[in-house]
């Protein structure tokens, strides 16, 4: 076969694979649209009315023409009427101040985007985001945003992927990769080739955090100021913190004597050092956020045919209890008081 019969060979197989790639983008699509237009509406309430006090902000995963956009209820009324705002999101986090929206836009070329959302009048603002979104975090005051998605190029990365965390502050113009930090591990510095971090939460001074770092096929809590730069492991076994809204606890997943892939929720009083495992069976794959000094809440996927859909659950941070469902149809929730 001649130079010229390749290449024209070669064109009409990209061709094939382009065109059946949109077919099946477009069916996939109409397939979306019917099932929209077939849902049941949602009761909804004034985004005013809720904004004004203390409230769970969460991605809707009703299906219907909100899939996918930021919800919020009342603390009070979480069963109730769900507000909504014009934002659609994969991941969202929100403060008095700002909403957090980390967005994956899935067309021919997959784009990611993050964007933090002025509560008031202030134009929207971008922050790093150079993967699949995963976890979203802001400061109590709104002015750092923690951002973690999944990115592949890492020579380190058996399977491909790896995760990058970037801390940006919108106050002070300024972005931070956590892999550029000093870690010490045992109180000795480390620099292990592997090391990956995720999962940040931030201290009431803005300035300590609790992270996930992992390195040499374990996870770790790490905790550090970012005005150093310097983290310190603290414990074994922990990934994607959460810090108690008094302060004194961290509540994470950790996989213990479970397979890969599957998690409970625990809890460590940071004085003590005691940890406590919840009554949460179920495998729990989020960043949990705390409802309150004694509740934790977090997101379950269902399965089968609702796989698209998850519900927000809570449980006792003390270890006591029983699990439920906190809010129906809903992700990612975010607690501002």
Not at 65 to 75: A, F, L
Not at 178 to 191: K, S
Not at 302 to 330: F, Q, Y
């Amino acid at each position: 076969m001649s130079q010229r019969m390749r290449v024209l060979a070669l064109c009409v197989i990209a061709l094939v694979i382009v065109g059946g790639s949109t077919a099946y983008v477009l069916s996939s699509r109409s397939a979306r649209l019917q099932a929209i237009a077939a849902a049941p509406s949602q009761p909804t309430v004034s985004a005013a009315v809720v904004a004004s006090g203390p409230r769970i902000v969460f991605r809707n995963t009703a299906i219907g023409p909100n899939y996918g956009r930021v919800g919020m209820v009342p603390i009070g009324s979480p069963a109730g009427p769900r507000a909504f705002s014009d934002i659609w999101c994969d991941r969202v986090f929100a403060s008095q101040r700002n909403t957090l929206c980390l967005a994956s836009d899935r067309g021919v070329v997959t784009t990611y985007t993050g964007t933090v959302h002025s509560n008031g009048d202030a134009a929207p603002v971008q922050v790093p985001l150079p993967g699949l979104p995963s976890r979203a975090r802001l400061s109590g005051d709104g002015t750092l945003t923690a951002t973690t998605s999944f990115v592949s190029g890492d020579s380190y990365a058996e399977t491909g992927f790896s995760t990058r965390t970037v801390v940006t502050s919108l106050a002070g113009h300024w972005s931070r990769d956590l892999e550029t930090a000093t870690l010490l591990h045992g109180g000795q510095r480390i620099n292990p080739p592997d090391r990956n971090y995720w999962g940040v939460t931030f201290a009431p001074d803005h300035d300590t955090v609790f992270v996930t770092v992992a390195f040499g096929g374990a996870t770790h809590l790490a905790t550090g100021k970012l005005s150093t730069s310097t983290f310190q492991t603290i414990r074994t076994d922990a990934e994607c913190p959460s810090l108690s809204p008094d302060g004194t606890r961290v509540a994470y997943k950790k996989r213990g004597d479970r397979g890969p892939g599957e998690w409970r929720i625990a809890v460590l009083d940071l004085a003590t050092g005691r940890e406590t495992m919840l009554a949460e069976s179920q495998s729990v794959d989020d960043q949990v956020e705390w409802l309150d000094n004694d509740t934790l809440i977090y997101g379950l996927p269902m399965a089968g045919s609702n796989a698209a859909r998850s519900n927000v659950w809570k449980v006792p941070a003390d270890g006591t209890g029983l699990p439920s469902i906190l809010i129906h149809d809903a992700w990612s929730p975010a607690v501002v008081r």
